[in-house]
């Protein structure tokens, strides 16, 4: 099945930074790539998705990008706030009903 | 448009016995899948229900079901509640449908479920 591996665990910068989150994945069939933050107590919350024939995606501050050959994706945060500290988590799934294989999340901390 | 809805959302169960959690997806949604959350095991999928049936299980033992009813409502339960069985249970609601991939997956804030 699929796996995903998500660097680094956790990750700490100040406000105003640039925070970058990577995963890998093993199922080459895999073609949605989600990325969630989730607050403590709180809901996983989609943030940005990429599809797999996209190389990249910006929503504001926020950025993925995708490597189909190498098979991993990225996750940048441009402008770093405070509000930004979370737990991130990135996904892959499209191979399997409802199904998505997370990675084991990044914890950011924004210092101000 | 409202939300993932999920009830109850704490609860406290003894072992031995068996737990039922309720899920509304999202007006229009079909498709709801169910997640398990932990610190030790992260986000693991359980099961995916779309016209009311299921069409994906992960790897959990046969105490953990599910069934979704025609309004696309769903139900898990658990049966012979072990201590492990403590975690965030996550409803998830999506579009559904033939397409297996690139349905945006929404989640519901979840039921904590504590095993004493």
């Known amino acids: 099945g699929e796996n995903v591996e998500q660097h680094p665990s956790t990750l700490s910068v100040q406000e105003g930074d640039s925070a970058v989150i990577k995963c890998t994945y093993s199922?080459?069939?895999?073609?949605?790539f989600p990325w969630y933050k989730q607050e403590l107590g709180k809901r996983p919350q989609l943030i940005i998705d990429i599809r797999s024939n996209v190389g990249e995606k910006k929503d504001q501050r926020i950025a993925v990008t995708l490597n189909k050959t190498a098979k991993h994706f990225s996750l940048h945060i441009t402008e770093t706030q405070p509000e930004d500290s979370a737990v991130y988590f990135c996904a892959a799934g499209g191979t399997s009903y409802g199904k998505l294989t997370f990675g084991q999340g990044t914890i950011l901390t924004v210092h101000p | 448009k409202a939300g993932v809805t999920q009830t109850p959302r704490y609860l406290i169960k003894t072992r031995g016995q068996q737990v039922t959690l309720s899920c509304s997806p999202i007006s229009g949604h079909r498709s709801v899948s169910w997640y398990q959350q932990t610190p030790g095991q992260g986000l693991q999928f359980l099961f995916e229900y779309f016209s009311e049936t299921q069409r994906n299980k992960g790897n959990f033992p046969g105490r953990f079901s599910g069934r979704q009813f025609s309004n696309s409502r769903s139900e898990m339960n658990v049966s012979t509640l072990e201590l492990g069985d403590s975690a965030l249970y996550l409803c998830?609601?999506?579009?559904?449908?033939?397409?297996?991939?690139?349905?945006?997956?929404?989640f519901g804030e979840g039921s904590w479920l504590t095993v004493v």
């Open positions: 199922d080459s069939a895999s073609n949605y």
């Open positions: 998830a609601s999506s579009l559904g449908g033939d397409r297996i991939s690139g349905n945006t997956i929404y």
